[in-house]
């Protein structure tokens, strides 16, 4: 079974405020922007044109890869509030 297929059995109840918040600033000095590479959900993608970080909170594991990854600690992690997040249906 490949990662996408394991992926699709998750189960989501976003909050409408994000668990995850950026510092832009000092994602701009990162070289290699590690949380878009390491994030099994593709949550982060470094827009160009905007230079900031943007998030897509509402597919996140909460796997916390991306606080490790970051050589610049540049992203605040939190769990999502009370019932919201993922929930994994197959263990």
Partial sequence: MVLEDKLFT????PDTI?????????CK???NKAC????????????NVQNKL????ENCLEC???RIA??????KWEYPKGTKGVTFKLG
Avoid: M
């Fill in 18 to 26: 994000s668990h995850l918040q950026p510092d832009n600033e000092k």
């Fill in 64 to 66: 916390g890869v991306c």
């Fill in 54 to 57: 943007i998030v897509n909170y």
């Fill in 10 to 13: 998750v189960k989501y109840v």
């Fill in 29 to 31: 000095t990162c070289e």
């Fill in 36 to 47: 878009t590479i390491v994030c099994p959900a593709n949550v982060y993608e470094w827009d």
């Fill in 70 to 75: 970051c050589a610049k600690h540049s992203l």
